[in-house]
């Protein structure tokens, strides 16, 4: 399994970008990279996901340069609503139906005025 | 899309009580649930994945006769936790997920069950 490091808390401030890295060295040829967001007392939300180079969609940015043993999350222009827990998720699915998934210890992003 | 509900949210029972817990995916059909336990201030730990129609494969150190998944459907996976004691209560998690598509579907989580034991 690839394990997952990523820093245990950040802080930042209303309308700066914030950038979250992930360590994953042993990730396999078949992972994909994935990052969920966490409220308290709720469920992770799917943020981004990506394989290689970079992904962007409309709330984050995923890059990953071409080794893929790390990942950096970009959240252009937080806001206080963006405090949350981060966590990436490196794993895949076979075919069989099995998984292959850990959760990286998570970030505590906190976003002040 | 992609809406995955948990229910109950919230359960308190005493201490040799059986408690079930129910994961729906509301809206697609899920190949694959998963169930995590998860600590205060502490990451999501996989206790088990559910296929549909088979039975579950169970994480390391997870007692499968204490935490009996059923997953009869595409759309429905169940946690029971038998004979609860208060070193069960924790926050629960399950997640559902399409494989074989061709493409790495990412989960989907429901938002959790917060399971108190007296």
């Known amino acids: 399994l690839a394990k997952t490091t990523q820093p245990i808390s950040m802080d930042s401030y209303e309308g700066q970008e914030v950038n979250i890295t992930c360590s994953h060295n042993n990730i396999a040829t078949n992972d994909y990279i994935t990052w969920y967001q966490q409220f308290p007392s709720q469920g992770p939300r799917f943020i981004i996901q990506?394989?290689?180079t970079k992904v962007t969609n409309e709330v984050a940015s995923l890059f990953i340069p071409a080794d893929r043993k790390s990942s950096t999350l970009s959240l252009p222009r937080v806001s206080l609503s963006d405090t949350a827990v981060y966590y990436c998720?490196?794993?895949?699915?076979?075919?069989?139906?099995?998984?292959?998934?850990?959760f990286g210890t998570g970030t505590q992003l906190k976003v002040e005025l | 899309g992609a809406v995955v509900s948990q229910h109950p949210s919230w359960v308190i029972c005493k201490s040799g009580t059986s408690v079930k817990i129910e994961c729906r995916s509301l809206d697609f059909q899920a190949t694959t649930m998963f169930w995590y336990r998860q600590f205060p201030k502490q990451s999501l730990m996989l206790m088990a994945t559910?296929?549909?129609?088979?039975?579950?494969?169970?994480e390391q150190g997870v007692e499968k006769d204490k935490f009996l998944i059923n997953h009869a459907s595409l759309t429905l996976s169940t946690l029971t936790v038998t004979s609860a004691h208060p070193e069960d209560s924790s926050f629960y998690i399950c997640?559902?997920?399409?494989?074989?598509?061709?493409?790495?579907?990412?989960?989907?989580f429901g938002d959790g069950t917060r399971l108190s034991i007296l």
């Open positions: 998720l490196v794993g895949a699915f076979d075919t069989g139906g099995g998984n292959k998934l850990t």
């Open positions: 559910s296929n549909e129609g088979s039975k579950a494969t169970y």
């Open positions: 990506g394989y290689k």
């Open positions: 997640s559902a997920t399409v494989v074989g598509q061709g493409s790495n579907q990412p989960q989907h």
